[in-house]
């Protein structure tokens, strides 16, 4: 075994080229230990979406290299080749977009588990089932389509599809920022719960206090640069970046209040 | 500033349902009841689909537009009943003293218009034609977009999601409106761009005296920003106060909104999560309509009408008949 179940090293997104090139992401390293919860937080265009799709092997890196349990992820143009390619799944922001409006969410995951486990259609609608009771999603909203489910429900469906290939890195690109708060709380215990069955997560979000709530260690992205890494609950408390502070200061309530203090003072 | 503690609008058992022709009437708002004074800033929260921005709508008098009625109850604007005003009544107050800032900012301005062309038309709505475009330099000034003359000549796809947001509440805010209704102003912005817009509309309310809605699920943000606190579930408001009184909510639907907050959580802790989903429209049980979701439901909760809020206008209001049941929690 690797020490990292995923790491990225040194890498580079270009987009373009000439004039029109944009550097989305720019020498960016990053590890991911088995069973942790890791952080990417961002403002919208720091890049964080494009490298949680390098991670995810749909995007190639321009330069740098992503190693999953020491293996190279990209291989000439597969990514994720074998048994790899469904130990790590993805959970995409939208979920109204991500499922396919068609298919009630029962079809949706047994699809998926079809392909994975390749069983007939009693068995894989058997453990779809089970994996959307264990979402708390009951067998009646199971057979109704997107668009009769709440948007809370929707995401959960979309983490029981991701679940149904048993991942053991999900990468989870801001699944709570398109739903109500009481749904984000019934979506995190969730993610709570697949951590304690040993999970690797990693979360990207503009969201602080998920962030916070979630994760041990958090990488601060700005400008596709990581600008801070370390323990989320350090950098929380005593940040060093500027843009950090700024961050911090900017969450509403009283997580925001501490480092306003802080911010003023200097 | 305007005198304070005065209504300036009032919503008084508003009722507001969608007519169908062969189906029955769907009542979407039911028993909405809340005023909000001269210069203050009201917050409201809810789920989706509690009916927030149909009161928003009430108060702008885009409810038809989308198909919705006022059913019964007042809509009370400085004297004038709202709720049966015509047409041209409203030309009089829309965008003129009643101001509006849309949920999406990243639709918001039309995006064939450049924003001298989008000021100038809220600008003309004023009735004064004279310097207007010394006028709308004065309002990208007021909302603090700098290098005014190179974003005057700009479309709004070359702007930010912040700049665009700020350029909508410039168009608000061009016939210095006494009433400003934010419906989700900052969602699908990042934080500091959020905080930002928090603090241009606390220094618009301080300097200019509009009263402000805002229209959010964040609670912490509303905690903020706001005097005043509206809480809706289902259609119904269950909870008015100041932030000071809803520091300690006495309804169970608040407290549990409460403890959904991440942000007061402590990392890794469970949290705690509101029961089911809110009643969708059209299926309201009998009684209060949070019964089925509440934890500390008696069987006198699910008979009757949804219960009226409980104390004087103004002061810390309930909607919950059990409120003495609520240390339980």
Not at chain 1, 19 to 37: D, M, Q
Not at chain 1, 71 to 86: C, L
Not at chain 1, 181 to 193: C, K, P, T, V
Not at chain 1, 216 to 225: A, L, P, T, W
Request: charged share 25%.
């Amino acid at each position: 075994m690797a020490e990292f179940l995923l790491e990225a090293k040194n890498v580079s997104v270009t987009f373009g080229s000439g004039s029109t090139k944009v550097e989305a992401v720019k020498n960016c390293s990053l590890t991911l230990r088995s069973g942790e919860p890791i952080g990417i937080v961002g403002e919208s265009g720091s890049g964080k979406s494009t490298l949680a799709r390098v991670l995810a092997g749909l995007q190639a890196p321009t330069e740098g290299e992503i190693f999953f349990n020491g293996e190279p992820v990209y291989k000439g143009s597969k990514s994720y080749t074998g048994e790899a390619r469904r130990q790590v799944q993805m959970v995409f922001q939208d979920p109204y977009g991500s499922l396919n409006p068609q298919l009630t969410g029962l079809n949706a995951v047994a699809e998926a588990v079809r392909i994975h486990d390749k069983t007939n259609k009693d068995e894989s609608e058997n453990r779809a089932l089970e994996l959307l009771r264990r979402m708390g999603i009951a067998e009646l909203d199971a057979i109704k389509k997107p668009r009769q489910l709440s948007g809370g429900q929707r995401q959960r469906v979309s983490v029981a599809r991701a679940l149904s290939a048993n991942p053991t890195v999900l990468l989870a690109d801001e699944p709570t920022s398109a739903i109500d708060q009481s749904a984000q709380a019934q979506l995190l215990n969730l993610f709570r719960g697949l951590l304690d069955d040993g999970l690797s997560i990693v979360l990207v979000s503009h969201d602080l206090g998920v962030i916070r709530y979630l994760t041990q260690r958090v990488y601060v992205m700005k400008d596709g640069v990581f600008v801070e890494s370390g323990i989320t609950e350090e950098i929380f408390n005593d940040p060093l970046e500027d843009y950090t502070k700024l961050l911090l200061a900017s969450i509403p309530g009283d997580l925001g209040v501490a480092a306003r203090r802080k911010l003023n003072k200097n | 500033m305007s005198t304070p503690n005065k209504p300036l609008i009032q919503i008084k058992d508003v009722v507001i349902g969608i007519p169908h022709k062969r189906r029955p009437t769907l009542i979407i708002v039911d028993k909405a009841n809340f005023d909000i004074n001269y210069g203050e800033m009201v917050g409201i929260v809810g789920e989706s689909g509690s009916g927030k921005t149909m009161i928003c709508r009430t108060m702008i008098g885009t409810l038809e537009r989308r198909g919705g009625k006022i059913l019964s109850g007042e809509v009370i604007f400085e004297g004038q009943n709202l709720a049966t005003a015509s047409d041209a009544t409203w030309k009089n107050l829309r965008g003129k003293s009643i101001g509006y800032v849309p949920q999406s900012a990243l639709a918001g301005p039309n995006p064939v218009l450049t924003i001298e062309a989008q000021l100038t038309e809220a600008l003309r709505n004023t009735g004064d034609t004279k310097n207007i475009k010394a006028r709308s330099k004065e309002l990208l000034d007021l909302v603090k977009i700098r290098r005014v003359d190179t974003v005057m000549k700009q479309y709004p796809y070359q702007l930010s999601g912040g700049m665009r947001q700020r350029v909508m509440i410039a168009c608000a805010l061009a016939t210095s409106p006494k009433l400003l209704i934010a419906d989700e102003p900052t969602t699908g912005l990042d934080v500091t761009v959020q905080s930002q817009i928090m603090d241009l509309l606390k220094e618009i309310r301080s300097t200019m005296g509009t009263a402000i809605v805002l229209i959010s699920h964040d609670l912490a943000l509303i905690d903020e920003v706001c005097d005043r606190v509206v809480v809706m579930h289902a259609g119904a408001t269950v909870e008015v106060g100041s932030v000071k009184e809803l520091e300690k909510p006495r309804h169970p639907y608040t407290i549990a909104l409460n403890s959904s907050r991440i942000d007061i959580a402590k990392p890794g802790s469970e949290l705690v999560t509101i029961k089911g989903n809110a009643p969708s429209v059209g299926e309201w049980n009998l009684g209060c309509r949070f019964a089925e979701r509440c934890s500390i439901v008696q069987s006198d909760c699910k008979v009757g009408v949804h219960p009226e809020l409980i104390g004087a206008s103004g002061t810390h209001q309930s909607a919950c008949i059990h409120t003495e049941l609520l240390e339980r929690i």
